[in-house]
């Protein structure tokens, strides 16, 4: 069964408001609108996993955030952080390798000036004295340190290390895609979560923070940094490792679409959020003439689901509700109606938006013919 749940001043926005509440006033003499239907279309829609929700100003905090949520069909699945970061030296890395002789720490390099370290060579390996080739690619600074110790322990009675990368070279992580710099930064012993590279990167309003992309050992993750930054969204803002490829892609489908009543178009979602109140008034507002004051829809396709609508209903009869459109965010590939008829407009447009075939991509069609 379907469920019930009951219930900065631009000029576009102003305009905005004052048509939405001529809407109200008018009280619409295109006909009474049931919620939002009789029964037998309710059941109808039910059996097309169409589930239709009025929103009150006892609901709009359940219904009125997004959570950074794209309700397109792509699943997000972010890397897990690992457990303890461990930077592994590699080719091209600079160590610092000291070696202390006595008990007050006296180091073996006679000048008080540090001089160049080894740096690892194509192999791996770097050249320290007594003991020849040292192992060091893929190895901590503290296995290496307890490699030269067990190493010089022949030469030198308790040997004590420290080594440490003087330069780091090995490592990188590459950011690719709609950003303004692409390009690559280096690996270090600090973390490098996703938010620094973005950062570094240049990304701005086009590029879609909510489907990054990071390309490790042959598989693909799909990250929604945009839900980290406005939540703070757990596992969405992951530690890179070395040699990862970071893809950015450009906004393309985060769009909303509008018909019906109002202005019909689309609606291009920024990096910051946009409520219902901005895409209206965006278009011109309600078509205060024509507009059925309880026929505001918003119709967003559950996140992961191939098929079905929740649908969002406004009634801008009530004086009160009307500021429930500034609470109630945006998602990607909405598409809001606003209908003149509560019958014949509103099954017409059910009838295009969940056809098997065309599903949420038909909306771009609908805009052209309404």
Same mark, same amino acid.
């Given at each position: ?154 030469? %030198?009675?308790? &040997?004590?290390?420290? !080594?440490? #990368? ?5 490592? /990188? +992580?590459?950011?690719? =895609? @709609? *950003? ?58 992951? %530690?890179?490792? &070395?040699?990862?490829? !970071?893809? #950015? ?5 985060? /769009? +909303?679409?509008?018909? =019906? @009543? *109002? ?80 019958? @014949? ?26």
């Amino acid at each position: 069964m379907v469920r019930h749940v009951a219930g900065s001043k631009t000029p576009s926005r102003r305009a905005f408001m004052m048509s939405v509440g001529a809407v109200a006033l008018s009280g619409c003499s295109s006909g009474v609108m049931n919620f939002p239907m009789g029964q037998a279309a309710q059941d109808d829609l039910a059996e097309q996993d169409i589930n239709v929700i009025r929103i009150t100003p006892e609901n709009i905090l359940a219904h009125g955030e997004t959570n950074g949520r794209s309700v397109t069909s792509v699943v997000t699945s972010p890397p897990r952080d690992p457990s303890a970061y461990r930077y592994l030296v590699g080719p091209g890395d600079e160590l610092r390798v000291q070696t202390w002789s006595t008990p007050e720490r006296r180091s073996l390099t006679e000048s008080s000036i540090i001089p160049e370290g080894p740096i690892v060579n194509e192999k791996g390996e770097f050249f320290h004295p007594f003991v020849g080739m040292v192992r060091a690619a893929g190895k901590t600074v503290t296995e290496i340190q307890n490699d030269l110790e067990n190493a010089l322990v022949t030469y %030198i009675t308790d &040997p004590q290390v420290e !080594v440490d #990368v003087r330069e780091f070279r090995a490592h /990188k +992580v590459t950011f690719v =895609g @709609a *950003v303004g710099s692409p390009g690559s930064t280096i690996v270090t012993d600090v973390p490098l979560r996703l938010l620094d590279i973005i950062n570094q990167s240049g990304a701005d309003d086009s590029s879609d923070l909510r489907r990054v992309e990071i390309r490790r050992k042959g598989t693909t993750y799909t990250v929604n940094l945009r839900a980290f930054i406005d939540y703070g969204t757990s596992g969405h803002n992951p %530690i890179l490792m &070395p040699d990862d490829l !970071v893809y #950015v892609p450009a906004m393309g489908g985060n /769009k +909303v679409f509008l018909f =019906g @009543a *109002v202005g019909a178009g689309e609606f291009a979602l920024g990096a910051s959020k946009s409520t219902l109140t901005e895409v209206l008034a965006s278009h011109g507002g309600i078509d205060s003439y024509r507009a059925n004051s309880k026929g505001v829809f918003v119709f967003r396709r559950p996140l992961g689901q191939a098929k079905g609508f929740t649908v969002y209903q406004f009634d801008l009869s009530d004086a009160i509700a009307l500021m429930l459109t500034s609470q109630f965010s945006m998602a990607p590939m909405d598409v809001v109606f606003v209908t003149t008829d509560p019958i @014949a407009q509103w099954n017409d447009t059910v009838s295009k938006l969940i056809s098997p075939v065309t599903g949420v991509v038909r909306a771009r069609a609908v805009v052209q013919e309404l």
